[in-house]
Each structure stands twice: as C-alpha cells, then as structure tokens.
T-cell receptor, first 112, second 116 residues
Framework: DAGVTQSPTHLIKTRGQQVTLRCSPKSGHDTVSWYQQALGQGPQFIFQYYEEEERQRGNFPDRFSGHQFPNYSSELNVNALLLGDSALYLC???????????FGPGTRLTVT | KQEVTQIPAALSVPEGENLVLNCSFTDSAIYNLQWFRQDPGKGLTSLLLIQSSQREQTSGRLNASLDKSSGRSTLYIAASQPGDSATYLCAVKANAGGTSYGKLTFGQGTILTVHP
C-alpha cells in the first residue's frame, strides 16, 4: 500500500515565479492538508481540502491556492514567489471519521 | 489562538538513558494530540496519538501522556538508542464541533541526539 506521495522532491525557483506542488493521498483517504515548514520550525497549516473544496485555511496570503481532484489528489499553487516562501512543503492525508494524518516526504522549495 | 510549546529545544543523552520530552498547549479544547518523529529533511512519522478522552498511549519503548486540563503532554522514551536521534514534534488538533477534521497546530520540536 503506497503511502502519501509528493512531487517533485526538490524545486528551485526565482523570485516572482509561480510553482505547483502535487500530492497523492494514501489509498482510502479523502482529505488532504498542506503545511509549510521553514527551517528549524514546526509545520504551519496552509489549508485543507475535502470533497474538492477548501474546508479550512490557515494564516497564508491569497498567493497560496489549492485544488483537489475527483481522485482526491491535490495541488498547491504559489504565485509571485518570495524568498520567504523557501521551505519544506508537506502534504498530509486522512480518512473521514479517522483522526490520524499521514504525512508525505515533502517537497523542498528554494526561492532564489 | 492555540499555541504549542516544546521543552527542551534540544537534548543530548548517552545511549541507554530514559528521557522525557515536554509539550504544552494554551487551549485545552482539543480533539486529540499527536507525537511525530522527523528525520533531517524528511517528512513526519506518526508515533502516538492520544484522543482527548484518553490519558496515555504506549508503543514499544514510547509512552505518551496527556493532561488536557493543565494543557500538557509528555513523551517518555525508555532505554534510548542512537537510532532514536531525530526531531520530535507534538501537534494538537482543535475540537472542530466534535469532528475529526481540522488543522494540526505544531510545536517547534525537540532535537534529540543519542550518542553511543
């Protein structure tokens, strides 16, 4: 059983560019959450998707947007990249009615 | 606003020692609390989850306790090994109307080093 997968593993972008990160949830899971983890910090909640809708959002600007597809996979889009967006982006999936969130390996984004 | 604090920020111990990691949170209206392990540059591995109605959970050499009224949790690691070296994070989930949905709020983690 494949766990949560994320792509790409690493990404280098220039300030002002746009980026799309992808996540496939664990089999049987229908809810996807995205987190940003800066170096030396705990992860910060960006947003959560269920039934293809954003259900909850953390304190992130509108430059951060997402999407969930009918097969429950998800994308995180970040526009107008800033140096401060450099971080490890983590995707977590869970199943309705169950509390445990399973995390993927993350995408390391570097903005230069 | 929920805030989670972990103490100590870093801990270095010799192999074989028993140790305790601490986590405190400001809002006691939580749905559950979860302890994670993170190896450098990697994702998070769930270690233990404690529901708000529970007092503790055990898995192998790990034991986590929860005192919701005082806003505290501890992770006890018995007979530590060099392979236990990692960052340990605790996270709380808000009680979103009694549902399992909702964000996790993380502490900054405790960096554990176990030396031979």
């Amino acid at each position: 059983d494949a766990g949560v997968t994320q792509s790409p593993t690493h990404l280098i972008k220039t300030r002002g560019q746009q980026v799309t990160l992808r996540c496939s949830p664990k089999s049987g899971h229908d809810t996807v959450s995205w987190y940003q983890q800066a170096l030396g910090q705990g992860p910060q909640f960006i947003f959560q998707y269920y039934e293809e809708e954003e259900r909850q959002r953390g304190n992130f600007p509108d430059r951060f947007s997402g999407h969930q597809f009918p097969n429950y996979s998800s994308e995180l889009n970040v526009n107008a990249l800033l140096l401060g967006d450099s971080a490890l982006y983590l995707c977590a999936s869970s199943s309705r009615g169950r509390s445990v969130q399973y995390f993927g390996p993350g995408t390391r984004l570097t903005v230069t | 606003k929920q805030e989670v604090t972990q103490i100590p920020a870093a801990l270095s111990v010799p192999e074989g020692e028993n140790l305790v990691l601490n986590c405190s949170f400001t809002d006691s209206a939580i749905y559950n609390l979860q302890w994670f392990r993170q190896d450098p540059g990697k994702g998070l591995t769930s270690l233990l989850l404690i529901q708000s109605s529970q007092r503790e959970q055990t898995s192998g050499r790990l034991n986590a306790s929860l005192d919701k009224s005082s806003g505290r949790s501890t992770l006890y690691i018995a007979a530590s090994q060099p392979g236990d070296s990692a960052t340990y994070l605790c996270a709380v989930k808000a009680n979103a109307g009694g549902t399992s949905y909702g964000k996790l709020t993380f502490g900054q983690g405790t960096i554990l080093t176990v030396h031979p």
